[in-house]
């Protein structure tokens, strides 16, 4: 099961980065970009899925009215930093 996620992990991240690339891609790109599609209907459904969540969140605070800060510090307490270090995965977990 673990490998799937990460599978279904990996899918995501190429929509999304595809996303990004066919915002200035050239023909061959875009040809690269039809290649991947058709490797798997996956690929294909999790495109969509990027398309729909970037269009959505396209509209989310148009006019900046949310206080990105502001919201941070509120929950700021409450969050902890990862770290990638040794030191950190050998710290003990708070209770």
Sequence with gaps: MRIQK????????QASEWLETLQT?????H????????????????????????RA???LDLE????????LAQIAPNVTELRA?????SAPRPR
């Design 64 to 71: 900046r009215r949310i206080n990105v800060d502001a919201l």
């Design 57 to 59: 969140l396209a509209d």
């Design 31 to 54: 040809q690269a970009f039809c290649e991947w599609l058709y490797q798997s209907r996956r690929h294909m459904e999790e495109f969509l899925e990027v398309v729909a969540v970037e």
């Design 6 to 13: 990460q599978i279904d992990r990996l899918i995501t991240d």
């Design 25 to 29: 891609a050239g023909p061959e790109q």
């Design 85 to 89: 270090d040794a030191s950190a995965r």
